[in-house]
């Protein structure tokens, strides 16, 4: 009976010495995830800046060529009125 005890004590503490390495495991694989995804998130952020500044660089030079052509209609309506 009393090594029947033992044993089993032995087997709960083996287990738990085994739980605790496999936590151990899944806290470190949760880190290195967390890493890894918080270096992605700041990529993806960089790639966004890039887009929106080339959109933005578009936009402006639309404005300007279409407030050049605007001039250009008005010089010539104003050429014709004289």
């Known amino acids: 009976m009393r090594i029947e005890s033992d044993n089993r004590n032995d ?3 083996k287990n738990i010495h085994e ?3 496999t936590k151990k495991d899944v806290i470190s694989m949760v880190h290195a ?3 890894a995804a918080a270096n992605e998130v700041q990529a993806k952020k960089h790639e966004n ?3 929106r500044d080339e959109v ?9 060529k279409k407030q050049d ?3 250009v209609e008005l ?4 050429e ?3």
């Open 11 to 13: 087997e709960i503490e």
């Open 19 to 21: 739980d605790l390495a």
């Open 33 to 35: 995830n967390r890493d």
């Open 49 to 51: 800046k890039k887009v």
């Open 56 to 64: 933005h660089r578009d936009l402006q030079e639309a404005l300007k």
């Open 69 to 71: 052509e605007e001039a």
């Open 75 to 78: 010089a010539k309506k104003t």
């Open 80 to 82: 014709l009125i004289r």
